[in-house]
């Protein structure tokens, strides 16, 4: 096989222009997640998202505070300066800013000028989960939470971690749609030969889209077979359901049990993990993960080797996505297609469902700068 010839190109193209990608505008009236609850603390810490330059602490009675982190005087970056009681200092020319972002102290002007100040961003606070909206403070609307109400839940044992992708959301989202890597990319750790040809359903709504794939009967890797039990050979029945929920969250559940048993009487296993992507900038990720189990609850050492093992995992999606984004970022335009197969069918739909959602939100924002 030579090089596709150009109608064969020019129609993937068309396929994949209707995608987001890299290049697609942010989606910014949209919650995702800031930080991790402990990451909040007295320190001022920086963090950017969607592009944006934030900085975030707690005030004195302990409420998240997320603010722009440019001195609107002479950007000076306010992460780089004195938190002084709920307030921030500068650390070039001593404006000092309130937990709102309102400037309330020049120190060289008797009076405060009015009007001087910064955007303060909404912040919820659930459980480990700190979420953020970076859109119209007007839209903020607090019933489009993603739901991870379980991670606060004591039925669920949870862990929580945090590693940054050098790569779009987007590539993270597709990947999370898409089971049949496991069988490769996680070859030598949580994938075995028969996840890729195994038979799935699909779940396709308009703003939720869902793979689920039952692997049955299958032997499961060490992670799950040491802390089910379920060690024998083909022992196992694995249903994995995947599911695109928001934009800064997809959730995987998934159910084993020893297909052995009869149905009436056997105990079934359950594990989830929020995946949690907040875009950093167009080509970087903040991939907060929360993952549960419903089952040893009480053992700490199970806990600590499941999260060490799942992260393990994640680390070979972030290499993989790296090195993705390293090649689409050396490839022309020119040269750049790619094909789809029917497996990506989920993964499509989630990307086609964040650039009309993309667009829509830049239409909106065009129209009320045009009525302005
Ligand atoms: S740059 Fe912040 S006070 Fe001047
Ligand atoms: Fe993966």
Known sequence: MTRPNERTIIATKAASSR?????????????????????????????TILGKRLVLFRTQAGK?????????????????????????????????????????????????P??????SYKLIEQGKAIWIWMGNPDEADESQL???????????????????????????HENLMDLTHLSFLHGNSFGTPDY??????????????????SVKPTTLP???????????ELQAARIARSEFLAPGLHQVSVTFYDVHLAAENRPEFHIRTAHL?????ATSTHYFVIHGRDFVTQDQAMTDFMHQQL??????????LGLQEEVIRQTSSDEFYEFSVPADGPAIAARRYLKQRADDEQEAKNNRQQND
């Open 277 to 281: 992507p907040t875009p950093e900038t």
């Open 222 to 232: 060490k992670i799950w077979a040491e802390s089910t039990g379920m060690k024998g």
């Open 196 to 213: 890729a040809t195994s038979p799935f359903e699909t779940e396709l709504n308009d703003d939720r889209f869902a793979l689920i794939r």
């Open 64 to 112: 998240a505070v997320a603010l722009d982190d440019r001195c609107p005087h002479r950007s000076f970056p306010l992460s780089s300066s004195t938190l002084d009681g709920d307030t921030i200092i500068c650390g070039y020319h001593g404006f000092r800013y309130d937990t709102e972002g309102n400037c309330i102290n020049v120190p060289s002007a008797k009076v405060c």
């Open 19 to 47: 995608m987001a990608d890299r290049d697609t505008p942010f989606i910014f009236n949209a919650w995702y997640i800031a930080a991790f609850d402990h990451e909040i603390s007295r320190e001022l810490l920086q963090r």
């Open 311 to 320: 992260m393990a995992v994640f680390e070979e999606d972030v290499w993989g």
């Open 114 to 119: 009015k009007g001087i100040g910064n955007r």
């Open 146 to 172: 993603p739901d991870i109400a379980w991670t606060c839940d004591s039925h669920w044992k949870s862990s929580a971690g945090y590693l940054h992708l050098p790569g779009s959301y987007v590539r993270l």
